[in-house]
């Protein structure tokens, strides 16, 4: 007989998730996405989605509508609207149809002080206008070498996991230490397996077991498959793999 953790392990489907951070023109994403778009029908095991620059959602809806990748944003306000120069909306980006909006990003978190408290809002103001977010934590280095991981990863959860089990059972969660983003150094699939798993834990204890729980920090085709057969791990947030069409779905047939 199958376990519930098992059979909960069977039904989350894999999500390969490109996040092409500041990278992109209209010319190259036009090319970028033609290719993801022609290799797509042979991804059968995983959903696909791209978070692009905020000036490129209206390309990426036009270039993708119907083709069964999805698209999202890589940040989002966590206010409704406003004097709030420079900032974008939950509803602006429904007006491009986004399904995805990363939040906490580690590089937001670390170049814009973004708290764990603000990291929670953003989710939330994700959640009311119906667009998923995926929200990242991670550790780093220095965390990681003083052995205080699942301290930072519990802390950064925390005000996420307070938004209560319905609302997080809307949400996606990226495991990303901040060591093994755009180093090459990705962390081994146990390593990851230990995190993902402490992660479905608290998941688990409020309720919500079903989220599914990607792995980012230096994922490539070469290193994909081993990341996905481990038990907590559903898929992946690709950074530069994800700028390189038939890497991009290498990863996602994986
Ligand atoms: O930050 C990442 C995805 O959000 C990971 O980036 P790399 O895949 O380039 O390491």
Known sequence: MLSATTLSATTRKRLVMGNWKMHGSLAANAKLLDGICAGVAAVHNSDIAVCVPFPYLAQARDNLRGTGVSWGAQDVSVHEQGAYTGEVSAAMLNDFACQWVLVGHSERRSLHAETDEQVAGKALAALKADI?????????????????????????????????????????????????????????????????????????????????????????????????AMEDIDGALVGGASLVAEEF?????A
């Open 132 to 228: 998923t977010p995926v929200v990242c934590v991670g550790e780093t280095l220095e965390e990681q070498q003083s052995g205080r991981t699942t301290e930072v990863i519990a802390r950064q959860l925390a005000p996420v996991l307070a938004l209560g089990a319905d609302r997080v059972a809307g949400l996606v969660l990226a495991y990303e230490p901040v060591w093994a983003i755009g180093t090459g150094l990705t962390a081994t699939p146990e390593q990851a397996q230990a995190v993902h798993a402490f992660i479905r834990g608290r998941l688990a204890e409020l309720g919500a077991p079903q989220v599914r729980v990607l792995y980012g920090g230096s994922v490539k085709a070469s290193n994909a498959g081993s990341l996905f």
């Open 249 to 253: 779905l290498r990863i996602a047939a």
